[in-house]
């Protein structure tokens, strides 16, 4: 059963984004613009920096040779709560004459008006001195390295490999590849530094309001009580704006320079070399089953590019660890260092290109074997986490296939590849599982009741778009029996409670649970009746995950339907029904809402998103939107999103999960699956490439 609607409140800020009164990170008055000046090499070291200064009278240009020296962060720089890396790019800007990759800041330009900054950058010389570089065309697989440990161990081994491929009756190794892809967030990333008296005021479009402080104080040499970051509203990030980026290091620097308020706001061409991308992969799965289809042993490999002068691990085999049961299960993940910027966190990262790998090779072996794809996933269902063999919180897997299969009308689907049509089109169906670990962070809120009966919610964490203004409120209002227009929220700012990274799809569920906590105390302080007090009563409250005693993941199932022209080649998804399992949906509105995009993000990953390198300047070739493809209104048909009833005691104090990166995960497999259904024809390459798979592969 899917879980009947239940009423969600609408976006709190909608009326202010739709007015144009929400205030982004750039809407603020300032005295000076910065402007970067980006390498055109990948590799080498800058010899010269020139600019006509008269012909930009009171522009400033600092380089390599004249910018302030800046401190290294203590090891990336870290939070001390959460021990987790921020500054994970290393190399500090304008610091040296050393090239890493194409589109490092090689300069910043400073004057008092954005046309003026941007043309002095653009009238800007440098020369350099070429080095030779290793790009993604060149680069060799054999030169991989095995990823270090990030948060999650690179490798897992149970079970005995070989001993499950020799009991085998069918045995299917493949090859997998996912491109580099960008995030493209409609808000460019963006800095406004205030120098004031020395202290620091950063507005900033960022997920970690706190990492951005810590690491900036650590870099200029500052207390952190002396810097603070304020966020209104941040307009999308999907892991680019995660981390802090050398922009924003560079705006800090500059307005302690001049001793003003500096802006720098990315263009959009530099929004693909200054904060990360997905990195492309390679994935090797074997998969070894006896005759009725049941697993003896899996194997996922994955190879993913990084930079040279730092690492970023993207474990796409993490999922394969947990989804299905079978003796024997190794996963590793290998990085190959290139000369290009560093990748980053891109939603949905991990499953998000390895259940691609897996959940075509599964589709694979079920026709191998004769089984229906739909069929195999029951038999191989996990009723405890197979690797670390610990019970799952919760898990209803199973009902999202049923509920899935009977939305979509799974059973009347035809075995064999190229049985349906529609006019032109070869119709084809296919489906795959979802996984997501579960992130979980330490949370703090602080909530304060008026002696008028109002409530005022504070912690400081950042809207990403995910409906944190909306939710946190609704989660104090439900607990303390007041109405909605008593509680204000006060948030993005790090003068107030300090919070992690709204990564992870984490944030609903561990500052919710925090929500919940404080609110239940102040309850608690309140007595019978939770009467207003005759004084402000303040609570605040820090939850804490429970230590690992469960799995903690959200699953789902996703059904595809697409079409393929076969005479242009070209695919069309007809449908899509997505169902989940995410434990307790805290809000319909914005829980389908983050759904609905997601499966939108899985079609653009599927069939157009490639941000490609030119083999010989070792450049990103399409800096913009007109050359790297996201899907508009007219690829997208009518999505099915629905959830099954469930609530999970163990992940958090409100029975949830998260669910922000889920819909994208499985949906390209799903949409290969189809086209496989559609055309018989395998495509292990995203995007998929059905245009000249049809006019170069026999059917």
């Not at 012909?55 to 800046?70: C, I, K, M, N, Q």
């Not at 000369?339 to 599964?362: K, N, Q, V, W, Y």
């Not at 509680?487 to 107030?496: H, N, P």
């Not at 819909?663 to 018989?680: L, S």
């Amino acid at each position: 059963m899917t879980a009947p609607p239940r009423p969600g409140w609408s976006r709190t800020e909608a009326a202010e984004k739709l007015t144009g009164r929400a205030r982004y990170a750039a809407d603020r008055p300032v005295d000076t613009h910065a402007v970067l000046v980006t390498s055109t090499i990948p590799a080498g070291r800058v010899r010269e920096v020139r600019l006509d200064t008269a012909r930009f009278p009171g522009v400033r240009v600092l380089t390599h040779a004249d910018a302030p020296r800046l401190r290294d962060p203590d090891e990336g720089g870290r939070i001390a709560e959460g021990k987790v890396p921020v500054y994970v790019q290393r190399v500090l800007p304008l610091q040296d004459d050393r090239v890493h990759y194409e589109g490092q800041p090689v300069a910043l330009v400073l004057a008092d008006r954005a046309e003026t900054a941007h043309e002095a950058a653009a009238a800007l010389r440098v020369e350099y001195d070429p080095e030779p570089a290793v790009l993604p065309a060149d680069a060799d697989e054999a030169d991989a390295r095995p990823a270090r440990d990030w948060l999650v161990p690179s490798s897992s081994a149970v079970g005995d490999l070989d001993a499950g491929v020799a009991e085998a009756h069918t045995v299917l190794e493949r090859t997998y590849t996912t491109a580099a892809r960008h995030h493209s967030p409609i808000e460019p990333a963006a800095t406004v530094a205030a120098w004031d008296g020395g202290r620091l005021t950063l507005y900033d479009a960022t997920q970690s309001l706190f990492a951005v402080r810590a690491t900036v104080a650590a870099v200029l040499g500052l207390p952190e009580d002396g810097v603070r970051v304020v966020a209104e509203h941040v307009g999308g990030g999907f892991g680019s704006k995660g981390y802090v980026w050398p922009h924003v290091l560079l705006a800090a620097m500059a307005a302690r320079l001049l001793g003003g308020t500096v802006a720098l706001v990315l263009t959009r061409a530099q929004s693909f070399t200054a904060h990360g991308f997905q990195p492309e992969t390679r994935q090797s799965v074997l998969l070894a089953a006896r005759a009725d289809g049941r697993l003896t042993a899996v194997r996922h490999l994955s190879t993913n590019l990084t930079a040279r002068y730092a690492e970023y691990p993207e474990f796409s085999a993490i999922g394969t660890r947990t989804l299905y049961a079978s003796p024997a299960i190794e996963t590793r993940t290998r990085v190959l260092p290139v000369d290009l910027g560093l990748p980053t966190p891109m939603r949905s990262p991990h499953e998000g290109t390895g259940m691609f790998a897996l959940e075509s090779a599964m589709d694979e072996l079920a026709y191998a074997l004769g089984v229906d794809p739909l069929e195999l996933r029951l038999r191989n269902h996990a009723e405890q986490d197979p690797t670390e063999r610990r019970p799952f919180s919760s898990k209803e897997l199973r009902a999202c296939y049923e509920e899935g299969a009977r939305r979509f009308g799974w059973d009347r689907r035809p075995m064999a590849p190229r049985s349906l049509r529609d006019g032109r089109e070869l119709v084809g169906q296919g489906m795959a599982s979802v996984i997501l670990h579960s992130v979980r962070l330490p949370a703090t809120a602080r909530i304060t009741m008026e002696p008028d009966g109002g409530v005022v919610l504070a912690a400081g964490t950042q809207e990403i778009g995910g409906g944190t203004r909306t939710i946190m409120p609704q989660i104090a209002a439900e607990t303390l029996g007041v109405p909605r227009d008593r509680i204000t929220f006060r948030m993005g700012d790090t003068s107030l409670p300090a919070n992690l990274y709204s990564v992870g799809s984490s944030t609903a569920n561990s500052l919710g649970s925090a929500v919940r906590k404080a609110a239940l105390a102040l309850r608690e302080r309140l007595g019978p009746g939770a009467r207003p007090p005759a004084e402000p009563l303040t609570v605040q409250e820090t939850w804490l995950p429970a230590p690992g005693d469960r799995s903690v993941h959200s699953f789902g199932a996703v059904f595809v339907e697409v079409g393929v022209d076969e005479d242009l080649g070209v695919t069309r998804v007809r449908r899509v029904v997505g169902v989940y399992s995410a434990g307790r949906i805290i809000n319909p509105v914005t829980a389908r809402s983050q759904l609905t995009g997601g499966l939108v993000w899985g079609i653009g990953q599927a069939l157009l998103e490639e941000s490609a390198v030119d083999p010989r300047l070792g450049r990103f070739v399409s800096k913009n939107l007109a050359g790297f493809l996201v899907p508009v209104q007219a690829d997208i048909p009518d999505l099915d999103v629905s959830f099954v009833d469930e609530y999970d005691p163990h992940a958090g104090a409100l029975g949830g999960r998260g669910i922000g990166e889920l819909a994208p995960i499985g949906v390209a497999a799903a949409v290969a699956n189809a086209v496989h259904h559609a055309t018989g024809i395998r495509l292990r390459s995203l995007p998929l490439r059905t245009v000249e798979a049809l006019t170069t592969t026999p059917a």
